[in-house]
């Protein structure tokens, strides 16, 4: 059974960068599309970006200017940085496997970030 | 961008009950549409794909269907563990949630 599991910092402040890393245990990173999306409190869900296994990517236009996911095979790791941050960042950010590039089938639990000073 | 709709936002109803949430596209989408439940302070489980076809372990009261811009997410009798919060999602074109149906108790 696969599992993703996020960390990084819980609180970051304007308008630095957010940092976090999605591990993933129970199979291989390799041959999957690898994706990060967040949820506002008491909000929505907005995709944030995927990453191939081999490093190609592709972003949500809203985030583009602002969004860097890389991924390490040899940690079975991938992440996430997000620039400029504000409140408006403010989210539970979840990682998660996305199947064939359609839907999304195994998620983490998800890392709650707060954008304050 | 394509934007998902759904209704109503909210819906109270009692174990045993029938119920249907729909999800409407701006575009269509053919039936690239899943469905997702989300328990507070949970991540989302995803339940149905292709608009109709379940995903492994999902119960079978729940089920589908839609094609095109207009889509329905059936649970045909409503068990406590289905109070929960319900998205549809497309992926036509990159990936958009509808903003959500909270299903409470009534």
């Not at chain 1, 990060?36 to 990517?57: C, D, H, M, N, V």
């Not at chain 1, 997000?82 to 359609?102: F, I, M, P």
């Not at chain 2, 149905?48 to 045909?76: D, H, N, Q, W």
């Amino acid at each position: 059974q696969v599992q993703l599991q996020e960390s990084g910092p819980g609180l970051v402040k304007p308008p630095e960068t957010l940092a976090l890393t999605c591990s993933v245990s129970g199979g291989s990173i390799s041959g999957y599309y690898w994706t990060w999306i967040r949820q506002p409190p008491g909000k929505g869900l907005e995709w944030i970006g995927y990453i191939y296994y081999s490093g190609s990517t592709k972003y949500n236009p809203s985030l583009e200017s602002r969004v860097t996911i890389l991924v390490d095979r040899s940690k079975n790791q991938f992440s996430l940085k997000l620039s400029s941050v504000t409140a408006a960042d403010t989210a539970v950010y979840y990682c998660a496997r996305l199947r064939q590039l359609e839907i999304f089938d195994y998620w983490g639990q998800g890392s709650l970030v707060t954008v304050s000073s | 961008d394509i934007q998902m709709t759904q209704s109503p936002s909210t819906l109270s109803a009692s174990v045993g009950d029938r119920v249907s949430i729909t999800c409407r596209a701006s575009q269509s989408i053919h039936n690239w549409l899943a469905w997702y439940q989300q328990k507070p302070g949970k991540a989302p489980d995803l339940l149905i794909y292709k608009a109709s076809i379940l995903e492994s372990g999902v119960p079978s009261r729940f089920s589908g269907s839609g094609s095109g811009t207009e889509f329905t997410l059936t649970i045909s009798s409503l068990q406590p563990d289905d109070f929960a919060t319900y998205y549809c999602q497309q992926y036509s074109n990159l990936w958009t949630f509808g903003q959500g149906t909270k299903v409470e108790i009534k």
